[in-house]
C-alpha cells in the first residue's frame, strides 16, 4: 500500500496519471476541495482540512474522500474513485453509485420499515376488534 510517511508511491501515481491522461481528463478539468473530515482519527482529522472534494466540471461528477489522516493519501483515493467513476460513464455501463454497505443499510431499513408497519397493522386491528 503507501507509505506511512506521504500518499501512495510514485509507481501509483504514475499509473493514475496515465490513466487521468487516457479518460482525456485534464487538472484544469477538476475543481478541488479541501475540507474537514469526520469519523476516526481524533485530533488531526478534527482540526486539519484532510478529507479532499473534487469535481469534474465537465461531466459534473464529483467524489469526497476523508478516509485517511493523510491528505495527499486523500487526494489520490478522490483522483482514483473519480476516474474510475468516468470510465464507467464512458464505456456506457451503468455501474451502481451505491456500495455493498448502501446496499445493507437500504435493505435494513426497508426491513425496519415493513416490521413497523406490520406492527402498526396489527394494533390497528385490535382496536377495530374493541
Known amino acids: 500500500m503507501a507509505s506511512t510517511n506521504s500518499g501512495p508511491s510514485e509507481k501509483k501515481q504514475a499509473a493514475l496519471?496515465?490513466?487521468?491522461?487516457?479518460?482525456?481528463?485534464?487538472?484544469?478539468?477538476?475543481?478541488?476541495?479541501?475540507?474537514?473530515?469526520?469519523?476516526?482519527?481524533?485530533?488531526?482529522?478534527?482540526?486539519?482540512?484532510?478529507?479532499?472534494?473534487?469535481?469534474?466540471?465537465?461531466?459534473?461528477?464529483?467524489?469526497k474522500v476523508g478516509k485517511h489522516r493523510s491528505l495527499h493519501l486523500n487526494r489520490f483515493l478522490a483522483l482514483r474513485a473519480l476516474a474510475e467513476k468516468i470510465q464507467a460513464l464512458q464505456s456506457g455501463r451503468h455501474s451502481s453509485d451505491m456500495s455493498d454497505s448502501d446496499r445493507k443499510i437500504q435493505k435494513q431499513k426497508r426491513r425496519r420499515r415493513q416490521k413497523t408497519r406490520k406492527k402498526l397493522a396489527g394494533k390497528q386491528k385490535q382496536e377495530d376488534q374493541r
Open 17 to 63: 496519471d496515465q490513466k487521468l491522461e487516457n479518460l482525456g481528463i485534464r487538472k484544469t478539468d477538476l475543481e478541488e476541495k479541501f475540507i474537514k473530515a469526520s469519523g476516526r482519527g481524533g485530533q488531526k482529522v478534527n482540526k486539519s482540512s484532510s478529507a479532499v472534494f473534487l469535481r469534474h466540471k465537465v461531466t459534473g461528477l464529483s467524489v
